[in-house]
Structure formats: C-alpha cells, structure tokens
C-alpha cells in the first residue's frame, strides 16, 4: 500500500522561504515521479514541481521563475521542496503526489491523472 507523508509548512512571512518534504513508501523500486502541487481557496490545483527519485532533471511550470528547488534523497522516495522569497500569493495547500516510473529519464511533468498517489496535504500561509 502506498502512503506520502508530508512534512513542513506553516506559517511564515513574505520575502522569507520554506521547505517541505514527502516521504513515499509502499514503491517497490525507487524510480517514482514525485510532485508537488498546490491549491489555493478558490483556485484550480496546479503543479510546482516534480522529479523522478531514480535521476533524470527535475521539471517545473514557466512561472517558477527559480523560485521552486525540488529535490531527491538518493536512492530513497524521499523528495524535498525549497520555496524562496515567498509571496502571499503562494498561500495555498501544498499536495506531495506520486506514481511509479522506471523511466527515470522522462519529465515528470505535472499531468495529474499521470499522478496516482496523493497525500493528504500541508498547509503554507504566506503574510505580507
């Protein structure tokens, strides 16, 4: 059975930065597309990043602008994301998602029907 336990979050203030972290288990190999996501009151989910724990590069959405490092644990299903000089508008639920990939050298992407698992969810709050 597969579970994603997020870590992280809170509260903090704008221009300061955050880390979260994910840790799936239940995969049998360590070639998982993991992926953050998140969604603000009123908004649609969307995707931060997301990277295979197996290698390749990670991917992000063009409006990161390098605000977003998402990074792996080697050879573990272990994910982390650095977010920099926040905004109140990166309020939001953040969501650690996942599905098996042994083609560890193809773009995550951030396709949600792609990703199977999800966890329950972390909240960050950003005030200005």
């Known amino acids: 059975q597969v579970q994603l336990v997020e870590s992280g979050g809170g509260s903090v203030q704008a221009g300061g930065s955050l880390s979260l972290s994910c840790a799936a288990s239940?995969?049998?190999?360590?070639?998982?597309?993991m992926g953050w996501f998140r969604q603000a009151p009123g908004k649609e989910r969307e995707g931060v990043a997301s990277?295979?724990?197996?290698?390749?590069?990670?991917w992000y959405p063009d409006s990161a602008n390098g605000r977003f490092t998402i990074s792996r644990v080697n050879a573990k299903n272990i994910v982390s994301l650095e977010i920099y000089t926040l905004k109140p508008e990166d309020t939001a639920m953040y969501y650690c998602?996942?599905?098996?990939?042994?083609?560890?050298?193809?773009?995550?992407?951030?396709?949600?029907?792609?990703?199977?698992?999800w966890g329950q969810g972390t909240q960050v709050t950003v005030s200005s």
């Open positions: 998602a996942a599905y098996s990939s042994p083609n560890w050298w193809r773009p995550c992407g951030n396709r949600e029907v792609d990703f199977r698992y």
């Open positions: 239940g995969f049998a190999y360590t070639r998982v597309c």
């Open positions: 990277i295979n724990t197996g290698g390749g590069t990670p």
